[in-house]
């Protein structure tokens, strides 16, 4: 069998999303004929800029969200650190300098955070429990009298919990404290509404959706003030300089409608394939244990520890077999330090090391969760076979 006939199993939607056909479209018109800047006056800029319009009110319909309250970012990472830094240099101010988050943050937040500590703030890193949750009273009681910032993932990029943030947005809400939320991984997943849920700043990306990489959301609600991070031109209400991304943020807005469309129906469908992936690894494997909660869960992800063995070789075997997986969180994958999360909630080096994260979404079939059920097992028992 050569290269091109290879069956590829794509299990791996927390990392990055394929482009979908109508996000495709939607960019290549603004590739080549309507090329323009947005902020020129003829009418081929003015398309541009039509485009983009159109986009923001579809993303803050997405969110129940005011139109000025939607900012075009270059990714997830991008909103995250602006809101963050936003909502600090505003606390300065006032002399809030203490900042809340939590220890299984995505990097984004984490390093931002640490760099906010070396400027002088102070910041409470909440553990979860052993499933991966944070519960509200852990929030209410750090909070304090200089507290600007409370800043909790609305869901787990390798473990999936799904964090209580209604409540956490009320609790931040009546202590006036701003509530930022990265929701990367939950949007299109959870239903989302920033007024109903008392959310002040908001994180999407484009790429963990279906959209091309490179553009992101910034929700940041008229409440809250937003310092700008890239000083320059006028775009995006003179708080995020540069000409837009304008394709991507067509494409954005083409399938921003579809992700919060028929949550409910997609994720009981994904759901039911994940069950069968994890009852079948544990009919399967000895020796497994799945992290992160069962209930509180994102649809499509598997997280699970391997005794005896090493991720990185499993995911080679994997690979081999056509099958895309991850171990730990991709951005990671470079060191070979255990996961950050998996330690938070208590996991040992051994145990963080020999962890396997497989997340499939709607685009999946039954044949795709079959194959890996056959083929997973075995490569665990040639490594196991092999130390
Ligand atoms: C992927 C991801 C990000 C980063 O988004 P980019 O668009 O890749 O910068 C941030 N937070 C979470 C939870 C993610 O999963």
Same mark, same amino acid.
């Not at 590739?31 to 003829?42: A, C, D, I, K, T």
């Given at each position: 069998m050569n290269n091109k006939d290879k069956r590829i199993v794509y299990a791996d939607n927390a990392a990055t999303t394929r482009l979908s056909v109508k996000a495709y479209e939607a960019m290549i018109p603004f @590739? /080549?004929?309507?090329?323009?800047?947005? !902020? !020129? =006056?003829?009418s081929l800029g003015r398309n541009a800029a039509k485009a983009v319009l159109e986009a923001r009110k579809r993303v803050a319909d997405s969110l129940g969200?005011? =139109?000025?309250e939607i900012y075009f970012t270059s990714g997830g990472s991008e909103a995250d650190n602006w809101a963050i830094r936003s909502a600090a240099f505003a606390g300065a101010k006032s002399g809030k300098k203490h900042i809340i988050t939590t220890s299984f943050e995505h990097h984004a937040v984490l390093r931002t955070c640490e760099f906010l500590q070396k400027q002088g703030f102070d910041v409470t890193y909440i553990r979860p429990d052993s499933k991966g949750l944070i519960s509200p009273s852990q929030i209410a009681d750090a #909070? /304090?009298?200089?507290?600007c910032l409370v800043t909790v993932m609305y869901? &787990? &990029?390798? #473990?999936?919990t799904i964090q209580p943030v209604s409540e956490i947005g009320e609790i931040c809400r009546s202590k006036g404290v701003t509530f930022h939320t990265d929701a990367v991984q939950a949007f299109g997943h959870v239903e989302i509404n920033v007024k109903t849920q008392n959310i002040d700043m908001l994180s999407l990306s484009g790429h963990k959706i279906h959209a091309p990489k490179g553009v992101g959301v910034l929700y940041a609600s008229k409440r809250s003030e937003t310092t700008p991070l890239i000083h320059g031109g006028s775009q995006e209400r003179g708080r995020r300089a540069g000409t837009e991304n304008v394709p991507a943020i067509a494409a954005l807005g083409a399938v921003i409608g579809d992700a919060v469309s028929g949550i409910a129906e997609r994720t009981d469908r994904v759901r039911i394939m994940r069950d069968r992936l994890i009852d079948g690894l544990f009919e399967r494997v000895p020796d497994i244990t799945l992290n992160g909660d069962m209930t509180s869960r994102l649809d499509g992800n598997v997280n699970i520890s391997i005794k005896g063995i090493e991720g990185e070789s499993l995911l080679m075997l994997l690979d081999m077999e056509g099958i895309c997986a991850s171990s730990g969180s991709a951005c990671e994958s !470079? !060191? @070979?330090?255990?996961?950050h999360v998996l330690k938070s909630i208590g996991l040992d080096d051994n145990a963080s090391k020999g962890s396997l994260r497989l997340t499939i979404n709607e685009e999946n079939t039954d044949e795709d969760i079959e194959y890996i059920l056959d083929k997973l097992p075995k490569a665990i028992e040639r490594l196991r076979e092999l130390s």
């Open positions: @590739l /080549r004929e309507q090329f323009g800047n947005p !902020s !020129s =006056v003829y969200a005011d =139109v000025q #909070i /304090r009298e200089d507290t869901a &787990n &990029n390798e #473990i999936g !470079s !060191s @070979l330090d255990p996961s």
